[in-house]
């Protein structure tokens, strides 16, 4: 069974950095397409970054050249490094997880994000 538990939400003030990490196990982060998705108050779940087996990148339009995915291997943790971050950054964020070579896709339970002064 995978299980993916995030961590590194918090309160911080417009402007400022958070970085998320996503701790895999039961699964390899490497041989996965992990992504963030993030749900704001009042509207549904949507992507914020991707990055694919093969290390490629994808962002939203809304976060690019702002927040940056990337992945340690020998930790088995994504990260989700936020800077200038914004009011309307605030939201739950999730990890998701699509392994490679199965049907099957996993999500963590979601840390809050919040940016107000």
């Known amino acids: 069974q995978v299980q993916l538990v995030e961590s590194g939400g918090g309160l911080v003030q417009p402007g400022g950095s958070l970085r998320l990490s996503c701790t895999a196990s039961?699964?390899?982060?490497?041989?996965?397409?992990m992504s963030w998705f993030r749900q704001a108050p009042g509207k549904q779940r949507a992507l914020v970054a991707t990055?694919?087996?093969?290390?490629?990148?994808n962002y939203a339009d809304s976060v690019k050249g702002r927040f940056t995915i990337s992945r340690d291997d020998a930790k088995n943790t994504v990260y989700l490094q936020m800077n200038a971050l914004k009011s309307e950054d605030t939201g739950v964020y999730y990890c998701?997880?699509?392994?490679?070579?199965?049907?099957?896709?996993?999500w963590g339970q979601g840390t809050q994000v919040t940016v107000s002064s």
């Open positions: 998701y997880a699509d392994p490679l070579f199965t049907r099957s896709t996993f």
């Open positions: 039961g699964s390899s982060v490497s041989r996965s397409a």
């Open positions: 990055i694919t087996h093969s290390g490629n990148t």
